[in-house]
């Protein structure tokens, strides 16, 4: 079934440290052989061995409208032809700006990066630099990308104060970074307790990295209320839940207001593209408005702006997309569940908008701790039976899935079966 994609990896192998330009993509948390994709067509991706599935990943989130969307794919390709790049400022970066702002409360001014990690380094230091403090909250379990900074974990006992989580980071950058718990707002506070250099606060107000699992709404609440009253910056990102939760991602959904916000995946319609943005007097300590310096060869190139313009302009244009992958997405995670509980299986799972997530546990997940009790051999076992089935889930029971507009009624229920079929087999 995969003996190309098995020959592909192996020679992959050879001149990519694992294979893969990103660790996740080599199926070490499912085992076996990633496949080797050929190309992708609506809701389904084709393998270079022939073999069709349903895509449940979407690009890990960019791709709302599933592939080669044909209003993306000519906007992209007629701004091609007017050249990839200029290093030099284009009409189509603040037309992609516009629709940022005007959609964003918390939004009067956006800076397009490359990529979610760096619009949340940019973010972080522009944090910095506004409040004149050098030390930032995170949560764990939650992703921001792989700048230095972030790459912490908890340290031992009752220490708030991170050490570095990967070889090379230096631990005089991440003693300025403090791990909290997320949904738990005393833990928040004993940071604050421990430091009184609190630059800013990061949170995935929709987590997406431990698998989904939601800010509750009182608890971001009240991390605002915190940060205001310390003179901390809080910073939504929104790089996987901006225009997937909802049209303003988590700010759809609660009515708590960031003072920075950082976006990706689908403002690039596929293409690199990050951003990150706040109200103007923030946003005016960037350089060469002000001092805090962050810059970009290829940021705002146009073939990224034309991809994300095209794909917010469809989104706008029909507010009543969210309502139908929200139901399909709730549809099929009910679908895996009643799968699981027909085998007696513990299983819970959420939804939010066009996002989906599941876990094999006994108790509804807040956090990251309770993330980690879930069984990772049966994901692991349910992800092959899935995959041999001709469906495409995430590949780590620590990331979550998304619903296109392309991935229709019957796909969902053809899901559904497969999932009844794996559950037996597993249990």
Not at 388 to 409: H, P, Q
């Amino acid at each position: 079934m995969f003996s190309k994609s098995e020959a592909a990896f192996k020679e992959a192998s050879k001149y990519i440290p694992g294979g893969v330009d990103s660790p996740v993509r080599a199926f070490n948390s499912v085992g076996g052989t990633p496949p080797f994709i050929e190309r992708g067509e609506g809701a389904k991706i084709f393998d270079i061995d022939g073999n069709s599935y349903i895509d449940y990943v979407q690009s890990w989130g960019p791709l709302i409208f599933g592939h080669c969307d044909s209003d993306i794919e000519n906007a992209v390709i007629q701004t091609a032809k007017n050249g990839l790049s200029f290093g030099a400022p284009t009409e189509l970066e603040t037309q992609l700006a516009k629709e940022i702002v005007t959609l964003f409360d918390s939004i009067d001014k956006v800076r397009f990066v490359n990529s979610g990690t760096e619009a949340v380094m940019s973010a972080l230091r522009l944090a910095r630099g506004y409040t004149g403090k050098n030390d930032i909250v995170k949560f764990a379990g939650c992703y921001h990308g792989h700048s230095d900074s972030l790459l912490v974990q908890a340290g031992s006992g009752a220490v708030t104060f991170g050490s570095p989580s990967s070889p090379g980071v230096p631990e005089d950058l991440t003693k300025h970074t403090l791990l909290a718990t997320y949904n738990d707002i005393e833990s928040v506070k004993k940071c604050f307790e421990d430091s009184s250099d609190i630059a800013c606060v990061i949170i995935e107000p929709i987590a997406g990295n431990m698998g989904l699992v939601p800010a509750d709404l009182d608890f971001l609440e009240e991390l605002r209320a915190i940060c205001s009253e310390n003179g901390a910056l809080l910073i939504f990102d929104e790089v996987m839940s901006g225009f997937r939760a909802s049209l303003t991602g988590a700010q759809g959904i609660t009515k708590v207001k960031p003072d920075l916000v950082t976006l990706g995946k689908v403002i690039g319609g596929g293409m690199p593209v990050g951003a990150f943005g706040g109200k103007d007097d923030i946003m005016a300590w960037l350089s060469p408005e002000g001092p805090v310096y962050q810059a970009g060869t290829l940021s705002g190139n146009p073939v990224a702006m034309a991809a994300g313009l095209a794909s917010l302009k469809k989104l706008k244009s029909n507010p009543t997309i969210y309502v139908e992958l929200g139901k399909r997405a709730k549809r099929l995670m009910e679908g895996f569940q009643s799968a699981a509980d027909a085998e007696e299986i513990p299983f819970v799972t959420n939804v939010r908008g066009s996002m989906f997530g599941f876990f094999f546990s006994q108790k509804e997940v807040k956090n990251f701790d309770d993330a980690l009790q879930n069984d990772s051999e049966k994901f692991a076992k349910f992800h092959a039976g899935m995959l041999k089935r001709g469906i495409y889930l995430a590949c780590s029971s620590y990331e979550t899935g998304f619903i296109s507009t392309v991935i229709t009624d019957k796909m969902i229920e053809d899901t559904i079966l497969a999932a009844y079929e794996v559950m037996r087999e597993i249990s």
